[in-house]
């Protein structure tokens, strides 16, 4: 008798859990037409391509797991007696479609959601038509085989790990239009050898080409005034970059690793040299401090093994802690009398070969 009030109430927990997902559990989308499915968007008139899947709990799965080779998504789609045009590629849409080479987006799409093509690793080339406004987080992150892009030209912003992990990616042309290079947008991209940015960009997030190994050279408008943290942080190919003049910021570890890196100008706007901006860059052989910087940061220059000289203006009122550590091919410095009494520890640490240390007055 206990074992099958046991039973019998194990039944009831499973019906009565059953029945709380229920109004969670259905299909996330209005109608399929032509093997893709879709939902009406709140004007009636237009809709989103979604994905071919169910809502658990808020949580979608991976849909079209049948969706093979080339994909060409219409410009309107027709249920029952009416014919919408179809404005977005929605949410998720088409992740983990592992077997997708190739897709043809039409102009009347503006908006492709956040993770719509993520993780579609068989991708190869992919053009954004111009009448795309928008690209949301995360999209193609992870297309690894993805070789050829080309962006919209009415695009303005490269939303947070937009091509993200885009291993295969060669080069790209941004264009115009964007403003601003989000946090992470090409990080790991390895074979990414050449990217222009254009004049219209005024800032590049952090992280946004971390890990970029085959990037060679960077040029950096004038448009631009802040760089955020760890931008090219492992580029360990490239070899030479161009800061743009009017530059305000440039944040910590920038260049961490930048190995091949042999000159860096500072330009004379920037106050702050970032904490362990270039630490690791054991091809720097040349750098200018500009008579604007007024602080040089922790680690600044650790390990920069090839530094020969280094000349601190009067302006700098502070270095950080190791800041010049590790520089050990360095044999003349050009430091202020007030920084002598105000040194942290270690900011010279195993520099063991300067023969010209030359104090200036304030």
Avoid: W
């Avoid at 912003?157 to 790209?172: G, H, M, P």
């Amino acid at each position: 008798m206990k074992k099958t009030c046991r039973i019998g109430l194990f039944r009831k927990l499973q019906l009565m859990l059953l029945l709380a997902i229920l109004p969670q559990l259905g299909a996330a989308y209005d109608f399929m037409a032509d093997g893709l499915c879709y939902n009406i968007n709140e004007d009636g008139k237009t809709v989103t391509v979604t994905c071919e899947c169910e809502i658990l709990f808020n949580t979608s799965y991976p849909s079209y797991k049948n969706l093979v080779g080339t994909l060409t998504i219409p410009s309107t789609a027709t249920y029952g007696n009416t014919t919408y045009i179809v404005t977005k590629i929605g949410e998720d849409a088409f992740f983990r479609c592992r077997d997708l080479s190739n897709v043809a987006i039409p102009n009347s799409v503006t908006e492709i959601d956040q993770r719509a093509f993520n993780q579609c690793i068989s991708l190869t080339a992919l053009t954004i038509p111009n009448s795309v406004t928008k690209i949301g987080f995360a999209a193609f992150s992870n297309c690894i085989g993805l070789r050829g892009l080309t962006i919209s030209n009415s695009l303005t912003k490269i939303d947070k790990f937009t091509f993200n992990e885009c291993k295969n990616l060669r080069s790209v042309l941004i264009p115009n239009s964007v403003t601003e290079i989000d946090d992470c947008a090409f990080t790991d991209c390895i074979n990414l050898t050449e990217v222009t940015i254009p004049n219209s960009v005024t800032e590049i997030g952090n992280n946004a080409f971390l890990g970029c190994i085959s990037l060679k050279e960077v040029i950096i408008p004038e448009s631009v005034t802040v760089i955020g943290s760890n931008v090219f942080k492992f580029c360990t190919g490239m070899k030479s970059v161009i800061l743009p003049k009017f530059m305000t910021e440039i944040g910590s570890a920038t260049f961490m690793g930048c190995s091949k890196l042999e000159e860096v100008i500072i330009p004379e706007s920037v106050t702050e040299i970032s904490e362990a901006i270039f630490e690791g860059c054991t091809n720097l052989t040349k750098v200018i401090i500009p008579n604007s910087a007024t602080e040089i940061g922790f680690m600044a220059f650790y390990d920069c093994i090839s530094l020969k000289e280094v000349n601190i203006p009067n302006s700098v009122t502070k270095i950080g802690y190791s800041a010049f550590n590790g520089c050990i091919s360095l044999t003349k410095v050009t430091i202020p009398k007030l920084l002598i009494d105000n040194l942290e520890d270690n900011v010279f640490g195993g520099c063991d070969h300067i023969k010209d240390f030359i104090i200036t007055e304030d």
